[in-house]
T-cell receptor
Framework: NAGVTQTPKFQVLKTGQSMTLQCAQD?????MYWYRQDPGMGLRLIYY???????DKGEVPNGYNVSRLNKREFSLRLESAAPSQTSVYFC???????????FGDGTRLSIL | AQSVTQLDSQVPVFEEAPVELRCNYS??????LFWYVQYPNQGLQLLLK??????LVKGINGFEAEFNKSQTSFHLRKPSVHISDTAEYFC?????????????FGKGTKLSVIP
């Protein structure tokens, strides 16, 4: 009963380093999403993938790239990390438009 | 694009008292509405959803919400709160049109239940 699995759960990076956040879902969902959560800001959409083979920008895409590797996996890459990218990152998925999104437990990322 | 306003950033309430968390969204022909709860250091968990039909929606943990189209609101209520309800609550809305994939979240309301 895994649902949406995110790795790693915690990470500390230095400014300028790169890293990839991994997300996998086992619910055969079509759409997948990456959000960042900052205090008082709610959740802001970074990128999403409506279906396998497609990706689109959300509200705050600058500084990030994504890859929809297959139907299960959707990764988020920071090419050159900046302190402003310190945040909690959530991956989510859903079957189709009128269904709720299911969330992972988040990745807590600190950039020094 | 949709926008969601959660009118209260923090709501303190005594245990066993009723609570209402307010949510308003920008108008649209049709919408899907959701409430999520986030406990400390966890992801978001669905409380309830409105897709169509009855405007009063019941969710988990004794919560309910009422969809009011004329006021573009979707307020969350619970008649008697428990300490375990202390969490942050997020209202979210999606356009009810084909090809609409994005979910817009409010900024959250932190509910603190006081013993």
């Amino acid at each position: 009963n895994a649902g949406v699995t995110q790795t790693p759960k915690f990470q500390v990076l230095k400014t300028g380093q790169s890293m990839t956040l991994q997300c996998a879902q086992d619910m055969n969902h079509n759409s997948m999403y990456w959000y960042r959560q900052d205090p008082g800001m709610g959740l802001r959409l970074i990128y999403y993938s409506a279906s396998e083979g497609t990706t689109d920008k959300g509200e705050v895409p600058n500084g990030y790239n994504v890859s929809r590797l297959n139907k299960r996996e959707f990764s988020l890459r920071l090419e050159s990390a900046a302190p402003s990218q310190t945040s909690v990152y959530f991956c989510a998925s859903r079957r189709r438009e009128n269904q709720p999104q299911h969330f992972g437990d988040g990745t807590r990322l600190s950039i020094l | 694009a949709q926008s969601v306003t959660q009118l209260d950033s923090q709501v303190p309430v005594f245990e066993e008292a009723p609570v209402e968390l307010r949510c308003n969204y920008s108008s649209s022909v049709s919408v899907y509405l959701f409430w999520y709860v986030q406990y400390p250091n966890q992801g978001l968990q669905l409380l309830l959803k409105y897709l169509s039909g009855s405007t009063l929606v019941k969710g988990i943990n004794g919560f309910e919400a009422e969809f009011n189209k004329s006021q573009t609101s979707f307020h969350l209520r619970k008649p008697s709160v428990h300490i375990s309800d202390t969490a942050e609550y997020f209202c979210a809305v999606s356009d009810g049109e084909a090809g609409s994939y994005q979910l817009t979240f409010g900024k959250g309301t932190k509910l603190s239940v006081i013993p």
